[in-house]
T-cell receptor
Framework: AQKITQTQPGMFVQEKEAVTLDCTYD???????LFWYKQPSSGEMIFLIY??????QNATEGRYSLNFQKARKSANLVISASQLGDSAMYFC??????????????FGQGTTLQVKP | GAVVSQHPSRVICKSGTSVKIECRSL??????MFWYRQFPKQSLMLMAT?????????EQGVEKDKFLINHASLTLSTLTVTSAHPEDSSFYIC??????????????FGPGTRLTVT
């Protein structure tokens, strides 16, 4: 069974508008961490934002915010005021407590975002 | 932030030869490094977890004898693709785990190596 699911293979957004990238996860571990990464065409993985399962507030990092709905097991990424440079592939990832010793991440399938001028 | 380098960034080799890819943590000691493989437009697939001074732990379905991993020091892990074939052509990415910092982001990725086997 998929532990991390990103149901949107591709998304378009108009420049300066906000966009939400969906991510749902499946775990029975009460302690886990959720990550979002951006991968531009160059291939490097860029860390965007982190949410811990026990964090009371939704994480925010500049134009990025994470809409964490624990009961629904969703961790959607919201990008506000989209820029052309936001065009990239975006990955949601999870680290469970059981794998915290190694730091092993489980990645979703990814969503390709294209920002239109 | 922490920096991880990979070398080479691109490599083309002939079928049947071996290729070594290096992953270095430049400004921190990484007790654990990870090797991923990524096909175009697809997700990262974890190949193995590499711990300094011990044998790598391979994910199910990854051939240990084909993908040799050596984590000889706290700043260097190498992946050797032995007897490469065209189907081994892929984008290989390493990541290194920095010392824990309150459970937050502590895994840093290298820029990747694009391997083409002809």
């Amino acid at each position: 069974a998929q532990k991390i699911t990103q149901t949107q293979p591709g998304m378009f957004v108009q420049e300066k508008e906000a966009v939400t990238l969906d991510c749902t996860y499946d775990t029975s571990d009460p302690s886990y961490g959720l990550f979002w990464y951006k991968q531009p065409s160059s291939g490097e993985m860029i860390f965007l934002i982190y949410q811990g399962s026990y964090d009371q507030q939704n994480a925010t990092e500049g134009r990025y915010s994470l809409n964490f709905q624990k009961a629904r097991k969703s961790a959607n990424l919201v990008i506000s005021a989209s820029q052309l440079g936001d065009s990239a592939m975006y990955f949601c990832a999870m680290r469970e407590a059981v794998s915290s010793n190694t730091g092993k991440l489980i990645f979703g399938q990814g969503t390709t975002l294209q920002v239109k001028p | 932030g922490a920096v991880v380098s990979q070398h080479p960034s691109r490599v083309i080799c002939k079928s049947g030869t071996s290729v070594k890819i290096e992953c270095r943590s430049l400004d921190f000691q990484a007790t654990t490094m990870f090797w991923y493989r990524q096909f175009p437009k697809q997700s990262l697939m974890l190949m193995a977890t590499s711990n300094e001074g011990s044998k790598a732990t391979y994910e199910q379905g990854v051939e240990k004898d084909k993908f040799l991993i050596n984590h000889a020091s706290l700043t260097l892990s190498t992946l050797t693709v032995t007897s490469a074939h065209p189907e081994d052509s892929s984008f290989y990415i390493c990541s290194a785990r920095a010392p824990p910092a309150g459970g937050r982001h502590e895994q840093y990725f290298g820029p990747g190596t694009r391997l083409t086997v002809t």
